[in-house]
């Protein structure tokens, strides 16, 4: 089984070539293990082999991306393609897979949709090169900011092509939601655009905020003792080491390894409740990872009180809060471990993780949630890696202020004729306000 990763937009590009450099980093932690950590080699071969399958064309040696990378500017393209950057690393991008454009889309989701309209066929013919370089494709993986023109719009635009295209593929989109304030004035128009067209077109919308990893990131440059601003390079790394835990293989209960696709069934039990959080621990910086050990039972303890406290961080936790006062309530849940040890996480995880005031009242106990480990190599160079995928109330606090802060602009007809100019009326941001109200409502009453 295969995966092609459609990159979209500067922000979509530059989490996307993280996702292949951590991809081809985790595949090669077990080359340094010592030997005896590693009890069975041809298990791990068989991890290695199904990764690379799943996201790399293997030719002639060299690792080909099963990727399209898609935006209106040059600059950001040709840094990930120039033959110095491709030299760096052990996998490259097809050119044949590569779109740029000269224009840019200004930040105005209105002007990425049409540029997309207008890409339509080179983007498609790209997308059947790849799928001629695959067995069989099972799942697309979009990757978008949401509050760009590019990312955004043209993004949007394509996913819809996708869906027309490979009507029975998964469509697994990974939305990174702009910082609250600081950037753009028209941010959050975008982002409900963007929403509320993706909502219709993919199964499921994997979420991660500016907010968090840029308060992540400062957590870790903080704990390992070096004194610098963080940069969008850390919070890169945090979104793909938490991205690339989901998409890497992982074994079911007989040992043998599952398609990313079963997993997404076990999260998306209802066509409507599309939307994915990622919470991981332990959360150390690689300085501090050398001098640590810890213990399944602290780790499965520490997630299910960031759980509780509705954060993503295990800092600044409330660990007085107690499970009945849990801030959020969820539909679904998958648990990935990943280890060299052999310990059973099943009696830790019901400690912790079976609690009716989790979970919404639809679910029975045994549905609240599924647990896959993978105990013959760790992830990355973490000895013990915890993560825990949900299909919960936490994003919708974002949505929520997307919409208001749409709608204090929408209320004034704030900068309406930028949209307008390429023939977005208002009434598509009205059905964007119903459609995205209408999941905030839902969710809230889980
Ligand atoms: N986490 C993260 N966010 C990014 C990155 N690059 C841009 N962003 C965020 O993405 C949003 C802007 O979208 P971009 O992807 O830069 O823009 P674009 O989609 O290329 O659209 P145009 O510039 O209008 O053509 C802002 O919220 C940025 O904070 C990145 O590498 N990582």
């Not at 209105?110 to 498609?124: K, P, Q, V, W």
């Not at 993560?387 to 929408?410: E, G």
Request: hydrophobic fraction near 35%; charge should be negative; glycine fraction near 4%.
């Amino acid at each position: 089984m295969s995966c092609i990763v459609l990159q979209l937009g500067q922000c979509g590009n530059q989490v996307g070539q993280h996702v292949f450099d951590t991809l081809v980093e985790d595949n090669q932690t077990h080359v340094n293990a010592a030997k005896s950590t590693i009890t069975n080699r041809s298990s791990v071969d068989e991890y290695v082999r199904n990764s690379l399958d799943r996201f790399f064309i293997q030719y002639d040696n060299k690792l080909i991306a099963r990727a399209l990378a898609i935006d209106t500017e040059l600059k950001v393209i040709e840094q990930l393609t120039n033959e110095k950057a491709q030299a760096k690393r052990h996998w490259h991008y097809e050119k044949k897979c590569v779109f740029e454009g000269r224009l840019g889309s200004g930040n105005n989701w209105a002007c990425g949709y049409r540029n997309g309209s207008l890409a339509e066929e080179h983007i498609l013919e790209k997308l059947r090169w790849q799928l001629e370089h695959a067995d069989r494709v099972d799942t697309i993986l979009p990757i978008l900011s949401l509050a760009g023109g590019t990312g955004s719009g043209l993004g949007a635009y394509a996913v819809e092509c996708v869906r027309d295209e490979l009507p029975r593929s998964f469509l697994l989109t990974t939305i990174v939601v702009p910082y609250t304030s600081g950037e753009v004035v028209v941010q959050n128009y975008n982002s409900l655009l963007t929403l509320s067209h993706l909502y219709h077109s993919t199964d499921a919308l994997l979420v991660f905020e500016n907010d968090i990893l840029q308060q992540y990131a400062k957590k870790l440059v903080s704990c390992s003792g070096v004194d610098r601003p963080t940069n969008i390079h850390d919070m890169n790394n945090i979104l793909t080491r938490h991205l690339c835990s989901f998409l890497q293989p992982i074994a079911k209960k007989d040992h043998s390894f599952c398609d990313l696709n079963y997993l997404l069934e076990q999260l998306l039990p209802h066509t409507f409740y599309k939307l994915l959080t990622l919470r991981c621990v332990p959360q150390l910086s690689d300085q501090a990872l050398d001098f640590s050990t810890y213990k399944w039972s602290s780790l499965i303890k520490t997630l299910s009180q960031m759980y509780i406290n509705n954060s993503y961080l295990d800092e600044g936790l409330n660990w007085s809060l107690k499970p009945f006062q849990t801030r959020t309530k969820s539909l679904a849940n998958v648990f990935l471990s990943r280890s060299y040890d052999k310990e059973d996480l099943d009696n830790e995880l019901k400690q912790y993780f079976n609690q009716s005031d989790f979970y919404s009242s639809f679910l029975s106990p045994s549905n609240y949630y599924s647990a896959f480990q993978y105990r013959d190599k760790s992830y990355l160079n973490y000895e013990k890696y915890l993560s825990f995928v949900s299909n919960c109330q936490t994003p919708v606090a974002s949505l929520d202020r997307i919409v208001n802060k749409s709608w204090q602009l929408f209320g004034q007809k704030a900068y309406l004729h930028h949209y307008m100019k390429y023939d977005i009326d208002e009434q598509v941001f009205l059905n964007g306000f119903v459609q995205i109200e209408q999941v905030i409502k839902s969710y809230n009453q889980l």
